[in-house]
């Protein structure tokens, strides 16, 4: 079994910075893409940032220049550097992993969520 253990969440003034952490354990093959989404309240989760294995990345329009995902592949860890965090940024941030199982089996894990509240 695969899972995602998420860090780093909290309560930050507007204008402040934030890391978050997600390493996967367990059982698999190959980490493939992995991201961050988040889900504010009364919204839909959305897409904020995502990375693939060779370092390639991906945001959403409203992050860019704030936002930074890096990943430590030996550890199996992906990072959301988040500075200038706005209070349109406050949800609950989820982890995401694409990866492939022994045998080739395409799996996809989440996290258990982190909020991020950013607020006076």
């Known amino acids: 079994q695969v899972q995602l253990a998420e860090s780093g969440g909290g309560l930050v003034q507007p204008g402040g910075s934030l890391r978050l952490s997600c390493a996967a354990s367990g059982s698999f093959f190959s980490l493939n893409v992995m991201g961050w989404y988040r889900q504010g309240p009364g919204a839909q989760r959305e897409l904020v940032a995502s990375i693939e294995r060779g370092g390639s990345t991906n945001y959403v329009d409203s992050v860019k220049g704030r936002f930074t995902i890096s990943r430590d592949n030996p550890k199996n860890t992906v990072y959301l550097q988040m500075n200038s965090l706005k209070p349109e940024d406050t949800a609950v941030y989820y982890c995401?992993?694409?990866?492939?199982?022994?045998?080739?089996?395409?799996?996809?894990?989440w996290g258990q969520g982190t909020q991020v509240t950013v607020s006076t």
């Open positions: 995401n992993a694409e990866l492939n199982l022994y045998g080739g089996t395409y799996y996809r894990a």
